[in-house]
């Protein structure tokens, strides 16, 4: 049982250039997350989904786009990629239920550098 | 939002002694999750503990437990009988009921040093 994937692990870009980090659950969960992680920081949240079909923005969604693919996978991306998205991304899903505060269950992350 | 503080940047433990880390936060909701978050040198987040807003009981989970004060809006997490492994960074997080889903605000974290 795999839990959360994220491809890539690193990845370098240059200012300007896309990318498409690719996230996916095996665990059946109806929500998932996108968060940012900055040095002396903790996580921020992105954008979230909470089920498929369905996308909303988070604390700092500038610059990102989002797709909920299918149940199991949700992708972030950055279109036109700037130093300031220089960060490591952690994707998370959850089982959503009524009292609205499930565990969220994080990928091992992607470490992004974009020159 | 919520307001997560951990005010602690670091804290040291010798391996076998108790440690507790501090986590306040502010939220003007009445029902929240309380979440504890491991994080090692390698980077992935493990989640450790949660507690209910409304659970009277004090979580527990193996070594951890969550001292949950409602009044004060606290939520530190005790980790007995340290071990080395222990050695990492340490996340609290407040899960938001007032949208949709359980989205999660963290603090800045604590960086726990276990010694020999």
């Known amino acids: 049982n795999a839990g959360v994937t994220q491809t890539p692990k690193f990845q370098v870009l240059k200012t300007g250039q896309s990318m498409t980090l690719q996230c996916a659950q095996d665990?059946?969960?109806?929500?998932m997350y996108w968060y940012r992680q900055d040095p002396g920081m903790g996580l921020r949240l992105i954008y979230y989904?909470?089920?498929?079909?369905?996308?909303d923005k988070g604390e700092v969604p500038n610059g990102y786009n989002v797709s909920r693919l299918n149940k199991r996978e949700f992708s972030l991306r950055l279109e036109s990629a700037a130093p300031s998205q220089t960060s490591v991304y952690f994707c998370?899903?959850?089982?959503?239920?009524?009292?609205?505060?499930?565990?969220?269950?994080f990928g091992p992350g992607t470490r992004l550098t974009v020159l | 939002a919520q307001k997560i503080t951990q005010t602690q940047p670091g804290m040291f433990v010798q391996e076998k002694e108790a440690v507790t880390l501090d986590c306040t936060y502010d939220?003007?909701?009445?029902?929240?999750?309380l979440f504890w978050y491991k994080q090692p040198s390698s980077g992935e987040m493990i989640f450790l503990i949660y507690?209910?807003?409304?659970?009277?009981q004090n979580a527990t989970e193996g070594r951890y437990s969550l001292n949950f004060q409602k009044a004060r809006k606290s939520a530190n997490l005790v980790i007995s009988a340290s071990q080395l492994g222990d050695s990492a960074m340490y996340f609290c997080?407040?899960?938001?009921?007032?949208?949709?889903?359980?989205?999660?605000?963290f603090g800045r974290g604590t960086q726990l040093t276990v010694w020999p």
């Open positions: 998370a899903s959850s089982e959503y239920r009524s009292e609205g505060t499930d565990t969220q269950y």
């Open positions: 665990m059946n969960h109806n929500s």
């Open positions: 989904s909470a089920s498929e079909g369905t996308t």
């Open positions: 939220t003007s909701d009445q029902s929240y999750g």
């Open positions: 507690q209910g807003s409304y659970d009277e």
């Open positions: 997080a407040v899960g938001d009921r007032g949208s949709t889903l359980g989205r999660l605000y």
